[in-house]
Each structure stands twice: as structure tokens, then as C-alpha cells.
């Protein structure tokens, strides 16, 4: 069985799981793993036959063109999408003992298996939000395989019934008071080094426009830039684009970094430096989303070390989109503005990213209650 060959599937009800083998491109199929799912298979009726495997594994990867996972893939609407999924699908691969998920027999799934899935990934702690993301990748497996004809309407009927975990997690990560984040901006200027302001422009965009990582490191000059407007566009996930304008004082900053450091030459607004330059080195790739984690956690570290009052101070770069959403809330601005300025799809998103002082929404409910009591 090669690459270049198409792979012929026997039906449902009469395969076997192949033994592994080393194939053509050298890469081995992980052993089966006995622990994880029960040594059977699953007839048309859902019912367990144990004298067969649960799920095909080849011995070779299986042409990708022919694979409903990997059609799956293609069709996120970004490479950091198609990522996650894509590591979803392999976790799940190696659970059916094969080495990634080109090796499985996607159309094999049936219920019981998706659902003997789930139950481990409880019974070993995963939360609600990251089984749902599992059932997610799955289901959309099967939905290209019915598709692509190799699944029965019936039995991709079933899988997409399967309802999801209910979720009702606390909000993740935090919302820091803007003081934080402008301390953050005061260490990263004054640290000595050559990428100092190009430090602090960053932490400013990420603090005072809400933006996030991928969002940050996207954009270029002069493509995005609307110098009359003092306008940026952000290309947000997928191919979602909005134009933020920015404050005056956010503004100054960006230019004065141009015109002493970066200059107007065309790529990416925030590059890399690198042997000692004093000016970045401009391409078109500019920083990656590991080196901003790298910057903001040493800019952190200065400050829980230099300023007693961030000891212990923990901020990411998304907790800086949620402290702007916060900070715009208190300030007036409704759900739906923020909506449009984070970039979000769905209002529901756009809450959980405001964190409001529920203490405050206590004390006005007594003083309210108090002035009641006494007009009797």
C-alpha cells in the first residue's frame, strides 16, 4: 500500500486490524493501546461485536484526499484552527493504538466509540469545555466522511446527536486595574535594552486597543496603516478584518517609534532586532507569538522584582484584552461597542471578558435598599 495508490476500505462489518509494519516513509504506527478501548467492534446497530477491533488502523497513512479528518482540517478557517484540530484528532488517533490520525479509518466511527472517548477524557479529569472541543473535531470528521459517501447518512445522524458536555466554568484568566499595565509599559522603556520601546509600544497596543496576539504580530506598514484617520485595520481570526482608531496619545507614541527606530519601510510593524542592532531588522514575518510571551513575561518578571506593589502580579497577553474590555465597561461602553472592537462573533464572548466588581454591585444594592427603608 503506497501513498500515490488509492487505499481500498473493506466494509464495517468484516475488517481486522492490520498488524504494524514500517512503512515506505519510515514513520511507525504506535502499538495499539488495550488500555483504552475495548478490543471490538461496532456492527450497524451500534451493538459491540468483541471479536473484532472497535476502529481501523493501517499500516500506512491513508492518501490525504481520501481522508475525512484531514479534509476536516483544510476547511478551518485559519492555520492556528486547523492546529488545534489537528492535535485533537491525533490524540484521538493514538487512543485507537495509531500513530497520528492519518492512520485511522475514520469512517468506522460509531457512537459508542466517540462516547467510550468522552467518558475517559472525564474519568481522567479533562474539563466540560476541552471534552466539547473532542466531540467537536470528531463530529466534524463525520460530517465529511458521510460527505464524501464512505458514511452512512444513519450513522453520521447518530454521531451528530450526541449532545455536548454542559459547561458552566468560572471565567478563565483575569482582569488587570490599567495602573498594572502601565507599570508594565514603565519597566519595559527603562530596561536598558535596544528593543525597549519596541517592547512598550507592544504592551501599550495590547492594553489599550484590546487586541490580541496573533492580531498584534499581523500587522504590517503600510497595508494596515490610515496615517489621515490615525486608523489600523486588525485581520482577527479567520477572515474577519476591523479598523480601530487610535488615541492620540497611543498614536504619538507609534510614530515617534517610526520615525526614531522602525522608519515606513514596507512589513511587519514589530520585527525583530538581533546582534546588537539599534534599528529592527524589517520583514514581512516579523515576531512570532512565542517571542511576545517571552517579551511580556520578562517585562512581569522586572516588575515583581523592582515595584512592591506587582509582587506576585500574574498578566498575559489576553488578560490585557480582558483588562481593556473591563476598563471600557466601567467607562460606559455597552456589550455590543465592545463586541465589535474585540472582534467577536457572538455577544456571549464578549461578557465573559468583562470582569465586573461584584462587591460594588452589593454595596449598591444595600445603599438602594437603605434609601427605600427610610422613605417608609
Known amino acids: 500500500m503506497s501513498k500515490d495508490k488509492p487505499v481500498k476500505h473493506e466494509g464495517p462489518g468484516t475488517a481486522v486490524q492490520l498488524p504494524p509494519s514500517?512503512?515506505?516513509?519510515?514513520?511507525?504506527?504506535?502499538?495499539?493501546?488495550?488500555?483504552?478501548?475495548?478490543?471490538?467492534?461496532?456492527?450497524?446497530?451500534?451493538?459491540?461485536?468483541a471479536t473484532k477491533p472497535v476502529v481501523r488502523i493501517t499500516n500506512h497513512p491513508i492518501p490525504r484526499l481520501e481522508n475525512p479528518a484531514h479534509i476536516h482540517l483544510q476547511?478551518?478557517?485559519?492555520?492556528?484552527?486547523?492546529?488545534?484540530?489537528?492535535?485533537?484528532?491525533?490524540?484521538?488517533?493514538?487512543?485507537?493504538g495509531a500513530h497520528d490520525y492519518e492512520y485511522v479509518v475514520w469512517h468506522d466511527l460509531k457512537v459508542p466509540a466517540i462516547k467510550f472517548v468522552l467518558g475517559r477524557l472525564r474519568d481522567e479529569g479533562y474539563k466540560p469545555s476541552t471534552r466539547n472541543a473532542y466531540l467537536s473535531a470528531l463530529k466534524g470528521t463525520a460530517k465529511e466522511s458521510w460527505g464524501m459517501e464512505i458514511m452512512t447518512p444513519d450513522a453520521y445522524e447518530r454521531i451528530r446527536a450526541i449532545k455536548p458536555a454542559k459547561n458552566h466554568p468560572e471565567p478563565a484568566g483575569r482582569a488587570q486595574n490599567l495602573s498594572v499595565?502601565?507599570?508594565?509599559?514603565?519597566?519595559?522603556?527603562?530596561?536598558?535594552?535596544?528593543?525597549?520601546?519596541?517592547?512598550?509600544?507592544?504592551?501599550?497596543?495590547?492594553?489599550?486597543l484590546g487586541i490580541r496576539r496573533e492580531e498584534l504580530i499581523s500587522i504590517h506598514i503600510p497595508r494596515d496603516f490610515d496615517f489621515a484617520e490615525k486608523?489600523?485595520?486588525?485581520?482577527?481570526?479567520?477572515t474577519k478584518k476591523r479598523n480601530l482608531r487610535l488615541p492620540?496619545?497611543?498614536?504619538?507614541e507609534l510614530i515617534q517609534y517610526l520615525d526614531a527606530e522602525r522608519g515606513y519601510s514596507p512589513g511587519a510593524l514589530f520585527c525583530r532586532y538581533g546582534n546588537n542592532r539599534a534599528t529592527p531588522r524589517i520583514n514581512d514575518v516579523g515576531l512570532n507569538v512565542t517571542a511576545v510571551?517571552?517579551?511580556?513575561?520578562?517585562?512581569?518578571?522586572?516588575?515583581?522584582?523592582t515595584i512592591a506593589d506587582l509582587i506576585g502580579i500574574e498578566v498575559t497577553p489576553h488578560d490585557m484584552r480582558r483588562s481593556f474590555a473591563t476598563t471600557m465597561h466601567e467607562h460606559g461602553m455597552s456589550i455590543r461597542e465592545l463586541q465589535v472592537l474585540l472582534g467577536h462573533s457572538n455577544s456571549s464572548t464578549t461578557e465573559t471578558y468583562v470582569r465586573d466588581d461584584k462587591e460594588a454591585y452589593l454595596q449598591k444594592a444595600a445603599s438602594v435598599g437603605e434609601s427605600l427603608f427610610q422613605d417608609k
Not at 514500517?22 to 461496532?42: E, M, V, W, Y
Not at 486608523?231 to 479567520?238: A, E, L, R, S
Request: aromatic share 8%; hydrophobic share 35%; net charge positive.
Open 75 to 96: 476547511s478551518q478557517g485559519s492555520p492556528s484552527g486547523a492546529r488545534s484540530k489537528m492535535y485533537l484528532l491525533n490524540n484521538v488517533a493514538r487512543y485507537f
Open 293 to 305: 510571551n517571552y517579551i511580556l513575561n520578562k517585562v512581569r518578571e522586572r516588575c515583581n522584582t
Open 22 to 49: 514500517k512503512p515506505a516513509d519510515g514513520r511507525l504506527p504506535a502499538k495499539p493501546s488495550r488500555s483504552f478501548l475495548p478490543d471490538a467492534h461496532l456492527n450497524r446497530d451500534d451493538s459491540i461485536d
Open 181 to 208: 499595565i502601565k507599570s508594565l509599559v514603565t519597566t519595559a522603556r527603562t530596561d536598558g535594552t535596544l528593543t525597549a520601546n519596541r517592547n512598550a509600544l507592544m504592551i501599550l497596543f495590547l492594553g489599550f
Open 248 to 252: 492620540d496619545p497611543l498614536w504619538e
Open 231 to 238: 486608523k489600523i485595520k486588525i485581520h482577527g481570526k479567520g
